[in-house]
């Protein structure tokens, strides 16, 4: 059951207001004047508890990145997809992979990378 707010007191109150996350933008701000960044989310580790993550690259506004997100308010940091699938590839390769990340690749990559990686020439 929720208190009320006199019995929170004001550290509990503005707590509970910095702990929620913002909702869409609805600022008249005109989006050339708006703060974005160029969100990859193949290669961030943030991705999968992103909201605004695409397939391709995209312009994202700062407040809606989970990168510039407060550190109380972020998903904790996992393995970018990137990663993973060099990782696979490190494995398909047969080059020396520690047991613990045989694990993660069975669990998370049994068939291999995602995507097939360009070659190293």
Known sequence: ??????????TGLLSSFLSTRLPP????VQDIYRETTICYAYMCPY???????????AQVLN???????????????????LSLDLLAQRREQGKPVGTATIELLDRLRPNGPMRKLPRPK
């Open 63 to 81: 407040r809606r990145c989970m990168r510039y997100q407060p550190e109380e308010m972020r998903v904790a940091p996992g393995l970018s997809d």
């Open 25 to 28: 933008s609805g600022s008249g």
């Open 1 to 10: 059951m929720r208190q009320s707010t006199s019995q929170k007191g004001p």
């Open 47 to 57: 991705a999968y508890g992103c909201t605004e993550k695409t397939a391709r690259a």
